[in-house]
C-alpha cells in the first residue's frame, strides 16, 4: 500500500483527493493536516466523505510515516513551506499549487502532465500538478503544436465552475452573484499562460506566437469548457488523424468525433477534444472536470505513475447520465 499524508487538508481539492484515495486499492491515507481543524473529523468540513471515514484533522506532520505527501496549500505557500520544513528525501511530493511549475535552476520537480511527460513522471521524485484551465487548453492544442501549426496567434476562451475558486467564500463566489451571471476576470493576464506557454514550446520546439486567453466565470459548480482557434490550411482530415494518433495512448484523454459538452468530463478524469475546421479556422474544443482532471485525478494519475502502478488506478469513474 502507498501510504499518504495530505497537507491544506480543509479545502476543495482536498475533499475530492480524500475521497479518490479512501476508494483507491492501493493507497492509504496516514494524515491530513489543517492546522485550523486539528483534532475535528474530515467530515465536519468535508460532508460528502460521512459513512467512508472517521479520521481527524491533526496539525501533525509524521513524514517518517509516509511515502508520498500531496501539498494541496494556496497558490506560494508550498515553496514557503519547503523552506520553513524538512520533508524526508525519500518522501515523494506532488504539490497542487503553481510555485513549481514552471522550469527553473533549482527546481527539480516534473511538470505533470502525463500526456507529455509520462515517463519523466514515472521517475520523478517531486511533481508539479498543472492548473486546471491549463490542464483543458493545453490538451486542446497540444497535438496542433506537434504538427507544427502554432505559428500565428491562438484565441482562447475557457469557462469554469466557481469550484475553482476555492472554498474560501468571496464576492464573486457567492451563490446570489454567482447564478444565473457569467463573468471576465484576468483576461489575456492569467497566471496559467505560462504553463501553457511552456507545455506547446516543450511539444512544438518553440513559441513565437501568443495564447490570447479569456478566462470567464461561469454559472456551475464544476468544470471546464475551453475553445482554441488556430489559423491553419491543413486538411480537417489530416488534423483528426493527428488528434488520434497524439491520444491514442493517453489513458484519459480522448479525441471525440462529435461536438462536445460538459456534463460528459464532470465527475471524471477524463480530457475530451473535438476539432472542426471552418475556412482557414480551426476551432478546438476541450473540456475536463477542474477538480478531478484539472486538480487531484491528475495528481492520483500522478501518484500511480511514480509508484509503477496502474495509471488507472482509483480513477475509473463514470460521469452521470442527466
Known sequence: MIKIGI?????????????????????????VNSSSNAGNLLTDVHEGLYGDTTMRFTDAMPFEQVDVVFFCFGH????????????????????????FRIAAPGNDFVYGLPEINHKQIAQAQHVANPGCFATCIQLG?????????LTTDVSVNAITGSTGAGQKPGPTTHF?????????????????IAEIRQSLSQVQGHLEASIDFIPYRGDFARGIFATEVVRTDADIEVIETAYRDFYREAAFTHYVDKPL?????VNTNKALVHCDKIDDKLLITSCVDNLLKG????????????????ERAGLRLKPSAF
Do not use: C
Not at 491544506?8 to 494524515?31: D, Q, S
Not at 486538480?295 to 496502474?310: E, K, R, S
Open 141 to 149: 492544442l497540444l497535438p496542433a503544436a506537434r504538427m507544427g501549426l
Open 76 to 99: 506560494g505557500k508550498s515553496e514557503a513551506f519547503l523552506q520553513e520544513h524538512h520533508v524526508p528525501a525519500n518522501v515523494k511530493i506532488i504539490d497542487l499549487a503553481q510555485d
Open 261 to 265: 459538452d460538459l456534463k460528459q468530463v
Open 295 to 310: 486538480a487531484v485525478g491528475q495528481a492520483v494519475q500522478n501518484m500511480n505513475l511514480m509508484f509503477g502502478i496502474d
Open 7 to 31: 497537507l491544506g487538508g480543509a479545502g476543495y481539492t482536498a475533499g475530492e483527493l480524500i475521497r479518490l484515495l479512501l476508494n483507491h486499492p492501493e493507497a492509504e491515507i496516514v494524515f
Open 176 to 192: 446570489s452573484w454567482r447564478n444565473n451571471n457569467l463573468s471576465i476576470y484576468k483576461a489575456f493576464r492569467h497566471q496559467h
